[in-house]
């Protein structure tokens, strides 16, 4: 089946013009994730770019945090090749994906904040894990990297003293920590009002541009989509693959297909509203859980 938009390891521009770069930093090839027998998604092939907003498209069932789960490096795919900054992220050892993963960062739908944590504890960490910063240098960069996300002032708080919105943005200041190469967000508006979501899609655009991040999103918010995404593909629970790739704008326009279609202009209701995910977090708990 035709995929309408962007075609894997060709050149493509921003729905402004921008020019996405010509070498992905993310590649998969033929990848098929899912648990024991059964099969999520598959066949799945698509580069992202240096610099580019992604996103995973689809319906509620459809896989996208499985696949997410698998970009992050939570869970193996079955067969298929993922690649990173061209090295082939899944034949590496244990150590040497531990260390790539120093390079992503991840906000998810939650927050997933240690509630007994402030927010300035959260945020370091990362820090505290990875690096060897003293505490007065680690507490600069906490500050600096709430500052990034207006929080400054929230450093003492703990999470429960804080809004929806303001723990989405903890989330991420805490994501922004080890300055990825690459930030992961599940669901980033989930259960925020339309203003808060809003804010965040301009705190998004502004990361990307003043940070040069690179960023991939799963979300179901197509007003955050069609503001943010300039690239993307689209995930069907039944084909159990990828059928669409491009922009949200693009797919909206120019893609034929009715599944495509339904999503976008929202004329299936079983496809509306955010899924929640607990899978990532129930993951991010096994691989790091025990070491607080």
């Known amino acids: 089946m035709a995929a309408t938009g962007t075609t894997p390891g060709t050149t493509s521009t921003t729905p402004a013009g921008r020019p996405l770069e010509n070498e992905p930093i993310l590649s998969l090839r033929d990848v098929r994730v899912g648990y024991d027998d059964k099969i999520v998604q598959q066949?799945?092939?698509?580069?992202?770019?240096?610099?580019?907003?992604?996103?995973?498209?689809?319906?509620?069932?459809a896989g996208k945090s499985t696949v997410l789960s698998t970009l992050i490096g939570l869970t193996e795919p079955q067969a298929g090749t993922m690649t990173f900054a061209g090295e082939n992220y899944w034949a590496l050892s244990t150590r040497e994906?531990?260390?790539?993963?120093?390079?992503?960062?991840?906000?998810?739908?939650?927050?997933?904040?240690?509630?007994?944590?402030?927010?300035?504890?959260?945020?370091?960490?990362?820090?505290?894990?990875?690096?060897?910063?003293?505490?007065r240098t680690m507490r600069r960069l906490v500050e600096l990297k709430l500052a990034l996300v207006g929080l400054e002032e929230a450093i003492d708080l703990l999470p429960a003293q804080l809004?929806?919105?303001?723990?989405?943005?903890?989330?991420?200041?805490?994501?922004?920590?080890?300055?990825?190469?690459?930030?992961?967000?599940?669901?980033?508006?989930?259960?925020?009002?339309?203003?808060?979501?809003?804010?965040?899609?301009?705190?998004?655009?502004?990361?990307?541009?003043a940070l040069g991040a690179t960023i991939v999103v799963v979300s179901h918010d197509l007003l955050s989509l069609f503001a943010i995404a300039d690239d993307g593909v689209f995930l069907d629970a039944k084909a159990r693959s990828a059928i669409a790739h491009g922009s949200a704008a693009e797919l909206r326009d120019q893609s034929e297909d009715p599944r495509v279609q339904a999503f976008m202009r929202r004329e299936d209701p079983g496809s509306s509203g955010p899924h929640p995910s607990p899978y990532l977090e129930h993951k991010l708990w096994q691989v790091h859980g025990s070491q607080r």
């Open 43 to 61: 066949q799945l092939s698509f580069d992202v770019h240096r610099g580019s907003i992604f996103a995973i498209m689809g319906g509620s069932g």
């Open 163 to 209: 809004s929806g919105g303001m723990a989405k943005r903890a989330g991420l200041a805490r994501a922004l920590a080890l300055d990825p190469e690459v930030l992961f967000l599940d669901e980033p508006s989930a259960g925020l009002d339309p203003v808060a979501a809003r804010r965040l899609d301009d705190l998004i655009l502004d990361l990307r541009d």
């Open 97 to 135: 994906r531990a260390l790539f993963g120093r390079r992503f960062g991840v906000l998810f739908q939650t927050g997933a904040l240690w509630s007994s944590l402030t927010v300035g504890e959260n945020v370091a960490l990362p820090m505290q894990m990875f690096t060897n910063l003293d505490k």
